[in-house]
Structure formats: C-alpha cells, structure tokens
C-alpha cells in the first residue's frame, strides 16, 4: 500500500509562493494518478490539482488555473506542487493522494483517490 507524506506547508503574505511536496514510500507510486486536495475549516475537502501517471496530463481547479503547477518526478516518488499568487482564500489544510486504480483517467472525486497523507497546513496572510 502507498503512503503519502506532504511537506512545504507554512506561513505566506498574499502575492507570494509556496511548493509543496507529495514523496510516496513505494516504487509502484509511478502506476497511480495523484490528485491534491485541499480542506478549510468548516468546508469539505476540495479538489485543486492532479497529475496521471506518467506525467502527460493535469486537471485543475478553475479556482487554482494559471497560478498553481503540479509536477512529478516518478525516480524521486514525489509530485510537486507549486503555487504562486497566492491569496487568503487559499488557505487550508493540503492533502495528497493516490487514485485506487492505477494507469486510469484522471479523477477529481476525491471517492476515487487513496492512501490519503496526513496533510500540510498553507496559510496566506499579512
């Protein structure tokens, strides 16, 4: 079973950028589309991103379009999320994972994804 750990979170004023990072514990990580979530206090947990695994495709959220880039590298197991422009509204709880099955279509259900990380805190503020 692939574990997903998520690192890069913090502390940004608005206009600013942060990148995530998305580093899976199995090889097998390179067969799965992986999508990024996102979940603010008091809402449900949100699509943003997602990657297919070979990293030809990306799907994003209107919302993110233009100012958020995701990436993977299959030899290091680790997707990446990059994000510019960033607004307060962006400010939420990150969490990566893993669609169930692997080489299929990209998802942005996140009923479709598993192997959830324990996500990582970005909060854009003056």
């Known amino acids: 079973q692939v574990q997903m750990v998520e690192s890069g979170g913090g502390l940004v004023q608005p206009g600013g950028s942060l990148q995530l990072s998305c580093t899976a514990s199995e090889r097998t990580f390179s067969a799965y589309n992986i999508g990024w979530f996102r979940q603010a206090p008091g809402e449900e947990r949100r699509f943003v991103t997602a990657?297919?695994?070979?990293?030809?495709?990306?799907v994003y959220a209107d919302s993110v379009k233009g100012r958020f880039t995701i990436s993977r590298d299959n030899a290091r197991s680790t997707v990446y999320l990059q994000m510019n422009s960033l607004k307060p509204e962006d400010t939420a709880v990150y969490y990566c994972a893993a669609e169930r099955v692997p080489y299929g279509p990209i998802e942005s259900g996140p009923t479709a994804y598993g192997n959830w990380g324990q996500g990582t805190q970005v909060t854009v503020s003056e």
């Open positions: 990657i297919s695994w070979s990293g030809d495709s990306t």
